[in-house]
């Protein structure tokens, strides 16, 4: 069993923490072998193998909805540099490495960021949505995630979720990065897209599905920490299909341990 505690760092060692594993990361894009997708095709390859969408704007407890607003400015400038990129075989498609850093020179503004589980506002902020989207859809194609970071905290209690707890990635230029490799024969393009109301997003391919995937989660529970808080806990599985809706195989796919930030058991009167 994972038993996890907040960690209380210092500001300076979080800063030089960063610079750390960023010249890391930068040294591992230069030196580490791997053919990163970087080409842009502006014709869409013809087959949808799985796409989803996500609402742009949700009422967060305690959060300033004008964050929510600047998260779509920043949205928009990511996603065209994402948008139409083609995953050759053998390439590994790197989130960061496509966006880049999200400066304001670029026109990035301030938006929302969890920080050890408080929530602050930062330059850029907000692209987790992006990244938990790729991840979301990627895990119902063969593309392999070769790298994902799971979130280490739980800040809001379930609304209307529609997906497996756990089933995002969280990001942060550069050293938490979203890699997926593409060890397909065929390319697959990565189209994501703002309309007015929701983040796309969609994998095409130059073939139709051959597969067909269900994720689920299994043991999902939560444990009273010896700290005081409590921790959140489950493993992601996806169901394998063939074209003819038979299933083939059960993988296991990630687990997940987060802090909570909110009391789990909470019950109000009448319920």
């Known amino acids: 069993m994972v038993s996890l505690k907040p960690i209380r760092r210092s500001k300076l060692r979080i800063l030089i923490g960063k610079k750390v594993y960023r010249l890391k990361r930068y040294g ?22 799985k796409k989803h969408r996500t609402p742009l704007l949700r009422q967060l407890k305690d959060v300033d909805m004008q964050l929510q607003r600047n998260k779509i400015i920043n949205l928009q400038i990511a996603v065209k540099r994402l948008h139409k990129v083609i995953i050759e075989p053998g390439e590994t498609f ?5 966006i880049g850093n999200t400066t304001k020179r670029k026109g990035y503004v301030e938006g929302m960021i969890l920080h050890y589980g408080k929530v ?11 990244s938990n989207l790729i991840y979301w859809i990627t895990l119902h194609t063969p593309l392999i995630v070769t790298e994902r970071y799971r979130h ?18 969280t990001c942060a230029y550069n050293y938490l990065d979203l890699q997926i490799k593409n060890e397909t024969h065929t390319p697959y393009q990565l189209n994501v897209y703002l309309t007015d109301t929701h983040l796309n997003g969609e994998w095409r391919s130059i073939a139709l599905a051959t597969r067909t995937y269900k994720i689920y989660e299994k043991a999902h529970h939560f444990t009273r920490e010896l700290w005081g808080g409590y921790v959140r806990h489950n ?3 996806r169901k394998v299909y063939d ?6 195989d059960d993988e296991f796919v990630t687990e997940n341990h987060a802090i909570t930030m909110y009391e789990p058991f909470l019950t109000y009167e009448g319920e």
């Open 28 to 49: 591992e894009w230069l030196f580490d072998g791997k053919k990163y997708a970087r080409k842009i095709v502006d014709d869409k390859l013809p087959f949808i193998i």
């Open 94 to 98: 790197s989130y960061w490495r496509l």
């Open 120 to 130: 602050t506002v930062g330059t850029g902020g907000g692209l987790c949505q992006l």
């Open 152 to 169: 280490s905290y739980d800040v809001f209690p379930d609304s209307r979720r529609s997906q497996p707890f756990g089933s995002g990635a």
């Open 235 to 237: 493993s992601i599985f």
């Open 243 to 248: 074209a003819d809706g038979n299933q083939i």
